[in-house]
C-alpha cells in the first residue's frame, strides 16, 4: 500500500468556498451550536483500510492556518468581516474531533465539535479519502493523462456546439469533494481558465486565488439540516435558514440551495420575499428539467420575470448534460452549472467514489436530508425523518 509522508491537503483554504461561507455565518450565529457529522460510502468500496493512513494525513492538518497572503486575499471580499477573519486566523484544526476506524473493511468517521469548526472537516477529509484511494488503485494515472483526456472532451464539445450560441454560458469547477488528486483537480482547472472561455471560478478557494478566477459557492445542505434543530418551529426552519442568510450576506452569496426537504418542500416556503431576495436557486438531485420548469412557474407566479434569476445546476453533470441543459433554459432565464467529478475525476478505467459526510445531529438531537433523489436521502433516526416528512407533506415511500 502507498504510504505518504507528506501532507495531502497543504493550505487551509484547499476547501469548498460554501464551507468559509457558513462557517462565518455559524460564527456570527450559532457561536455555540454543537453538531455530529458522519462519513457515508453509497457504493460498493471497502474503504477501510486506508484508516490509517487517512489518520496520519489528518494529524498533520493541526498545522494547517491562514498565511499572511491568504489572509489578505480574504479581506479582499466584502462579504468576509474582520473579526471572522481574524478568527479564522487563529483557527487550528483539533484532530481530536475526528474518530476514524476500520470496521470489517468499512471506512468508519464520526465528527463531533462545535459547529463553527466541525464545518471545515468534510471537504478536505473527503478529499483525502478520494485521493488516497485513487493513489493506491490508479497509481498509473497523472495529471497529464487526465488533462489529455480532458483536451479530448473539448473537442468534442466544440464539435457539438458549433452552430450553438454560447454567449451566455457559464461553468463552475466543483470538483474538489472527489476529485482523483489535488494537483488533477488544479491541472484540470488551468487548462480550462487557458482553453475554455466558458469557466467563471472554482469553488476552491485555494485554487481560485492561485489561478486567479473568482471563487464561487454559498450554502450546503448542512446549514438547512441543522436549522431543523436551531429554531423553536420545525415547520419554519427552512424560513429560518433563508432568513438568517440572508441577514448575514443581504446581497451576496444569494443562491439558495432546494433540496434539503425536496424541491416542493422548499418553494412553499420561498415566498415572494425570499424569491426576490435571493439571485436564484441551485439544483442538486432529481431530475434537472422537472425542477428547472417548477422554479421558473415559481418565479412567475410571484410576478417575476425569470430573466432577473439565475438557475445553478450541480448534480452530476457531465459537458453532454450541460449543453442539452443550457439550450432547454438559457433563452429563459440565467443559468450556471457547476461542475465537479465528472470534470475532476473523470479518467478512462478509474471509477469516482461516491461518498459524502453529512450532519446526523444537531444540539444533540437528529437531522435530516429529504432530497429529490431518494437515494440520496439520509437521516439516522428513522422518527425524526416521519416526523419531517409529516411536518413537511412529503411523502415517506421509498425514502
Known sequence: MKRYDYPIVKTLLDTDAYKLHM????????????????????????????????????????????????????????????????????????????????????????????WKEVILWEVPILALISEVFHGNFSPEISSKSAVQYLDNKLIKFFQHTKYIDLSRLKIVDFGTRRRFSYNVQYSIVKRLKKNFPFLIGSSNYHIARVLKIKPVGTQAHEWFQAHQQIGKNLQDSQILALQTWLYQYKNHLSIALTDSITMDAFLQDFNLHFTSSYQGIRHDSGDPVEWGEKALKHYEKLGIDPCTKTLLFSDNLNFNKIIFLYKKFNKRINVIFGMGTKLTCDIPYVKPLNIVVKLVKCNGKPVAKISDSPGKTFCLDRNFLKHLCKVFNVPLKNR
Open 23 to 114: 462557517q462565518q455565518a455559524v460564527f456570527y450565529h450559532y457561536k455555540n451550536v454543537d453538531v455530529v457529522a458522519e462519513f457515508l460510502c453509497r457504493g460498493d468500496n471497502f474503504l477501510g483500510c486506508y484508516a490509517n493512513i487517512l489518520l496520519e494525513q489528518i494529524n498533520m492538518m493541526r498545522s494547517l492556518s491562514l498565511s499572511h497572503e491568504e489572509y489578505t486575499y480574504m479581506t479582499s471580499f466584502p462579504f468576509f468581516k474582520k473579526e471572522y477573519l481574524h478568527w479564522l486566523r487563529k483557527f487550528r484544526y483539533n484532530v481530536s474531533q475526528v474518530k476514524i476506524n476500520n470496521y470489517q473493511g468499512q471506512l468508519h468517521i464520526r465528527i463531533s465539535g462545535l
